[in-house]
């Protein structure tokens, strides 16, 4: 079996999901290719799977006929999905969704590529995530629905021992722009630097995605809250290491906080939790799926800046409480949410719409 996952560029969680489940389906003896329409610092991180990068729509097209794909899986992208069938696959393509956004960019979008999608796909998959569920019933449900929580690499992705920072640390990972919330970040880290002086403030991202004017906002915001010398911020770090940062934070009584608005998923978060690096995180629907509050990590409600601070100081000063959330969080994870679990329920899928005609023998 050969299958195609597209997408529009390797980065952030859909770089950490394409890899790791690619990784996990050749195991199995599954043939998989990435297709990227724009290259990208992720792309650094695959290894051993053949990738391509390709945005002209031809080639695209001449790509997908030449090596004759079992299944297509297009992400997000509508274009990418009429690009193929208007080359001539017939074979099933499933159309997936990790995230939009907010509710109410979701909805606009969804409403907007409905009928393309409905026309051209034979399937949808997403993550077990209530508002996908919602607004994928509401705009899409005269086809097939498949929905089962993403992967992560518990074999080789976890917590390692490294020299304690003689300071806590408080990470947040993700690009500077609107959904990821960075401003409830900054305000927070600010009231917790007055709290522990002795802290520092670490952001991971991939640089070359922040939006231009969002990025300025941001640099006025740490300037305005003087946060320069305390604000430490690491660009493209090659994804395996960012075990060993998260394990890092885990160690220096420090903790990843997450302020999303609305997260899909959030690989972050369930990498952060299986590295022991504790979690303050947003009560964010896709979040929900891993995160009990005070059991693998701490919930607030986004917006209440004086809860947030409240719950992080819990982590930081209640070392008993601290502990067992450490542990209870990554052993939810390798429980959980293992790559052999995600194979089985794809390839399933799989066996399914296997009984299916392809959208295009229907129209013939």
């Not at 320069?228 to 994804?239: M, R, V």
């Amino acid at each position: 079996m050969k299958l195609l996952f597209t997408f529009y560029n390797p980065s952030g969680g859909m770089e950490t999901l394409n890899r790791i489940r690619c990784k996990a389906l050749m195991k199995i003896g599954v043939e998989c290719h990435l297709l990227y329409n724009y290259d990208g610092e992720g792309r650094k991180n695959i290894k051993d799977i053949p990738n391509f990068v390709i945005s002209d729509e031809a080639e695209i097209g001449r790509h997908v006929m030449r090596h004759n794909y079992d299944a297509i899986i297009v992400c997000t992208d509508v274009l990418m999905l009429l690009t193929i069938r208007k080359a001539g696959y017939k074979g099933h393509m499933i159309f997936e969704i990790q995230g939009l956004g907010t509710m109410q960019t979701a909805n606009a979008v969804l409403k907007d590529i409905s009928p393309r999608v409905l026309q051209n796909a034979d399937a949808l998959l997403y993550p077990k995530t209530n508002h996908l569920q919602e607004l994928l019933t509401k705009h899409m449900n005269d086809i097939p629905h498949y929905s089962f929580d993403d992967p992560l690499d518990t074999e080789n992705f976890g917590y390692s021992s490294y020299p304690i920072k003689p300071f806590p640390v408080i990470g947040w990972v993700g690009r500077i722009e609107a959904n990821k919330n960075w401003r409830e970040f900054l305000l927070i880290g600010s009231r917790l630097l007055n709290k522990f002086p002795e802290s520092y403030l670490w952001i991971f991202g991939d640089a070359t995605l922040n939006d231009p004017a969002e990025k300025e906002h941001f640099d006025r915001w740490v300037s305005g809250l003087q946060l320069q010398n305390k604000l430490i911020t690491y660009s493209n770090i090659p994804h395996e290491q960012i075990a060993d940062y998260f394990s890092v934070i885990g160690d220096s009584g420090g903790l990843l906080c997450s302020t999303s608005i609305l997260e899909g998923f959030g690989y972050a978060v369930a990498e952060a939790m299986l590295c022991r690096c504790p979690v303050l995180t947003t009560d964010s629907d896709g979040i929900r799926r891993f995160m009990i509050h005070n059991v693998t990590g701490k919930l607030y409600a986004r917006g209440n800046l004086d809860q947030a601070v409240k719950e992080a100081e819990s982590l930081m000063h209640d070392a008993p409480l601290r502990k067992s959330i450490r542990k209870n969080a990554e052993r939810h994870m390798k429980l959980n949410f293992s790559a052999d679990k995600y194979t089985t329920n794809f390839m399933k899928m799989l066996v399914s719409l296997a009984k299916l005609r392809p959208k295009p023998e229907q129209h013939i």
